[in-house]
């Protein structure tokens, strides 16, 4: 109990550090100064990586899948009265299909293994979402998590020249959602409130929707 403990207060001291690094440099997410936080701070205690990571991942792990389920608070105080419904559906699909399958070929043409193949596919979800996908695909999952923390992270960080011309809130927030995730989520938000809930929106309906539909069609091309 006392090495979770230790492990939790590190990536808490790294986040407090990261907080106002971010806000001098907004371009590049808390979350990456926070890791080389971490990684400092592990450095000067003499700390294991793989002893931090055995310590900490049950607890964020575990807190992982409550933040998620908390995304129905905002998503409470959106406005669907409105929605393109059709428009939404159209780039749900093309999103999660894309994200999917430009992964998976980019891995087939490096002639990676089945395994790690299978590891690129969960690129268009969350963490959560996607550690319980590569579980199901027999992938591996610190492959997998690494690869959806990396496009979090490029997305967020690439997000504010991309979308510099864009100035329809729902549209940058929705964009945001689907293709950087929780970071992207909460770049969102830094944006505005609509931003940030129509990328909790973006985010949530994608991870449900890849996770039914992703899972069940590999597993089926497998049996064949």
Known sequence: MLSILYGFLITLVA????????????QIPVIVFGMCFVLLLLYFF?????TYVA??????????GYVTVALAIPLAAMRY????????????????LSAVALPMGLAYALHMSSADIMAFATRAVTTPIAI???TLLEAPIQLAV??????GVVGAAFSPLILRHINDERASGLALGLAAHAIGTAQAWQRGSVAGRYAAFGMAVNAVFTAVWLPTFILYLQKM
Do not use: H, M, R
């Open 132 to 134: 319980n996908i590569a």
């Open 81 to 96: 009265d409105d929605l393109p419904l059709k428009a939404i559906l159209g780039i749900l699909f093309f999103a999660s």
């Open 55 to 64: 310590q900490t991942n049950p607890l964020f792990n575990q807190l992982l």
């Open 15 to 26: 986040y407090l550090l990261a907080k106002p690094c971010n806000q001098k440099v907004p």
């Open 146 to 151: 690494l690869i959806v923390i990396l496009s």
């Open 46 to 50: 003499g700390i294991p990586y793989e």
